[in-house]
């Protein structure tokens, strides 16, 4: 796969790139998932979710927006996105549009989409089980995308990481 390189603009631009390859695509097709869990992801609870490289240029200064710098799996400097619990569908940030889908890169480097298991506690569709096939695959995609840009795919490395050590902890 080749590289992009990782200047901000380019960052930026392919963050938006992505986006556009998920669209207006969702996890249930035609349905609005927050009726089944009553918009839980979207309370504004101060969980926050995580930034991709890049993002945090977008949300800078939009209001209902506060961006945190965090340790992230003994990584500092990770961006955390806090929101007051609304939004513009249209302003979310990746990690809300591919939610509850996570990217998973395995040590020979291959990217897949997998069912995100820190959303195991809050989301029913988590398992991806009942999840639109489309939706699964536009993700992945717009993983593929982001991969290409080495900031971007060590932090798709980091998730991988926590995911795997997560998955330690629950059974098949």
């Known amino acids: 796969m080749d590289e992009i390189e990782s200047s901000d603009n380019n960052l930026t631009e392919i963050i938006y790139n992505a986006y556009d390859i998920i669209g207006n695509l969702t996890p249930i097709k035609n349905a609005d998932c927050g009726k089944l869990c009553d918009k839980i992801c979207c309370k504004g609870d101060n969980a926050g979710m995580l930034l991709f490289p890049g993002e945090e240029d977008i949300f800078d200064g939009i209001l209902g927006f506060h961006i945190e710098e965090i340790e992230y799996m003994e990584t500092p400097g990770i961006k955390l996105l806090l929101c007051d619990g609304e939004c513009t569908r249209a302003l979310r940030p990746f990690a809300c549009r591919m939610f509850p ?8 480097g291959n990217i897949t989409a997998v069912p995100d298991i820190r959303a195991r506690r809050m989301c029913p569709l988590w398992d991806l089980k009942y999840a639109d096939k489309n939706f699964i695959r536009a993700v992945k995609k717009a993983f593929e995308l982001l991969a290409q840009n080495k900031k ?16 330690r902890f629950y059974k098949k």
């Open 152 to 167: 971007i795919f060590s932090f798709m490395r980091l998730i991988s990481s926590e995911i795997d050590e997560l998955k």
């Open 101 to 108: 889908v996570a990217p998973f890169i395995d040590k020979a």
